[in-house]
């Protein structure tokens, strides 16, 4: 069973950027990505990258303005969030799995708050 860690989340002013990073207790040949939570809504995707790192998809709420990547050698995926926006405002969870959207793996969380 992998364990996945996620730090780098706190609190930004409107337009500003975050970097969340996800560790993988073990190399994982599938794909990771991000999905997030905000009060009283459900869990929606965010973005998520291939096992070799050529196939990214966004949501389109994000496109533009966040960027995921990973390192398979630190078994880390990051999310570089720019132009923060209040709407981001929401517990965000690290991801990974099977199909581009599809995760079976979970972490724990990390909470990132905009404040306009």
């Known amino acids: 069973q992998v364990q996945l860690v996620e730090s780098g989340g706190g609190l930004v002013q409107a337009g500003g950027s975050l970097k969340l990073s996800c560790a993988a207790s073990?190399?994982?040949?599938?794909?990771m990505g991000w999905f997030r939570q905000a009060p009283g809504k459900e869990r929606e995707f965010v973005a998520s990258?291939?096992?070799?790192?050529?196939?990214?998809v966004y949501s389109d709420s994000v496109k533009g303005r966040f960027t995921i990547s990973r390192d398979n050698g630190k078994n880390t995926v990051y999310l570089q969030m720019n132009s923060l926006k209040p709407e981001d405002t929401a517990v965000y969870y690290c991801?990974?799995?099977?199909?581009?959207?599809?995760?079976?793996?979970w972490g724990q969380g990390t909470q990132v708050t905009v404040s306009s």
């Open positions: 991801g990974a799995g099977p199909a581009i959207r599809y995760f079976v793996s």
């Open positions: 990258i291939s096992w070799t790192g050529t196939n990214t």
């Open positions: 073990k190399q994982l040949f599938s794909n």
